[in-house]
């Protein structure tokens, strides 16, 4: 069945930790996007990418940084995490057609401490 | 630039009442139009959504339909239900090689017995 799949569902994680988020999708999109989803629920686009090394930074200024080696796979990373990185991140995809919209990952919970 | 402005929250209501969320848009294009849900602790899923004016999109009991004239697509159930409870985002996309939703700040809806 096709879909996208984001792992760890939740992270607690320490300051200063590396992490990385991992996004993959079988349904052979070029585009996927990273969501930050704050607290009052309101969706912040933070990446996106076009396709295979194409990434572009979003209407949020993140420090986190993205890859895309693969079309199926779109990690997100963070080089040093802080308690301010503490939110939902959600992973999406979606087809180049008029009207199609987005498919969304579950999400990944992150917490710093 | 494009925007969706859609009514606060949160709503609540008793179970088999009358369901209204309204949305309004503005857009530089001719723009397609979403509806997502967001159950707790999920990501969002695709509700309903049109592509141009006049046409009505449904599911699951739900419907809205896309009003160019009043540049409007509010939300709708006849009958809500418990398991209804859940945040909804209203979106639009433009068409194009750039083409990124654009998502309302979303409505919390509560139903209770």
């Known amino acids: 069945e096709a879909d996208i799949y984001q792992t760890p569902r939740y992270l607690v994680i320490g300051t200063g930790k590396k992490i990385t988020l991992e996004c993959s999708q079988t349904m052979g999109h070029d585009k996927m996007y990273w969501y930050q989803q704050d607290p009052g629920m309101e969706l912040h686009l933070i990446h996106y990418s076009y396709g295979v090394n194409s990434t572009e930074k979003g209407d949020l200024s993140s420090e986190s940084t993205v890859s895309r080696i693969r079309t199926e796979h779109f990690p997100l990373t963070l080089e040093s995490a802080r308690p301010s990185h503490t939110s939902q991140y959600l992973c999406a995809s979606s087809e180049l057609v008029r009207g199609y919209g987005y498919t969304f990952g579950s999400g990944t919970r992150l917490t710093v401490v | 630039g494009d925007s969706v402005t859609q009514m606060e929250g949160p709503v609540t209501l008793s179970e088999e009442a009358f369901l209204t969320i309204n949305c309004t848009y503005t857009a530089t294009g001719y723009p397609s139009l979403f509806w997502y849900v967001q159950y707790p602790g999920e990501g969002l899923q695709l509700l309903l959504k049109?592509?141009?004016?006049?046409d009505k999109g449904s599911n699951k009991g739900f419907e809205a339909t896309y009003r160019k004239e009043t540049t409007s697509f509010h939300l709708e159930k006849g009958s809500v239900q418990v398991s209804d409870s859940a945040v909804y985002f209203c979106?639009?996309?433009?068409?194009?090689?750039?083409?990124?939703?654009?998502f309302g700040t979303g409505t919390r809806l509560q139903v209770m017995l």
């Open positions: 979106a639009l996309s433009i068409t194009g090689t750039a083409s990124k939703l654009t």
């Open positions: 049109a592509t141009k004016a006049d």
